[in-house]
């Protein structure tokens, strides 16, 4: 089964991990054998997405980019979409957009 990506394959920062099912997105792999799965992920490239569920999430495969997100003491953040207009910006959140 094909994953698709919602906004296409151009959009996306990172190489989507194979195997993603739809509405579970990597859970089964996550929860059947986790370490397997995480340990096929740089083959993939140094930043990898995964799904947990439908939510995109990214994990970080390369030592150098490991390296410079804990150097750089702050959270990374990926800006994939912009949010409309006249949206209000969740509780708690940062950054501008």
């Known amino acids: 089964m094909t994953a698709i990506h ?3 394959p151009a959009a ?4 989507l991990a194979p195997g993603a099912l739809p509405v579970v997105g990597h859970l089964r792999q996550l929860l059947t054998d986790p370490t397997g799965f995480l340990t096929s992920l740089p083959a ?3 930043l990898v997405e995964i799904r947990l569920g439908p939510r995109p999430t ?5 030592p150098e ?3 410079q997100v804990l150097l750089a003491g702050r959270r990374v953040s990926l800006r994939l979409h912009r949010r409309p207009a006249g949206v209000p910006r969740p509780a708690g959140s940062e950054g501008e957009q």
């Not at 996306?12 to 190489?15: G, L, S, Y």
Request: glycine letters at 16%; a neutral charge.
């Open 6 to 8: 919602p906004a296409g």
């Open 12 to 15: 996306r920062p990172a190489p």
């Open 44 to 46: 993939h490239g140094d």
């Open 58 to 62: 990214y994990v970080l495969c390369g």
């Open 65 to 67: 980019l490991v390296s």
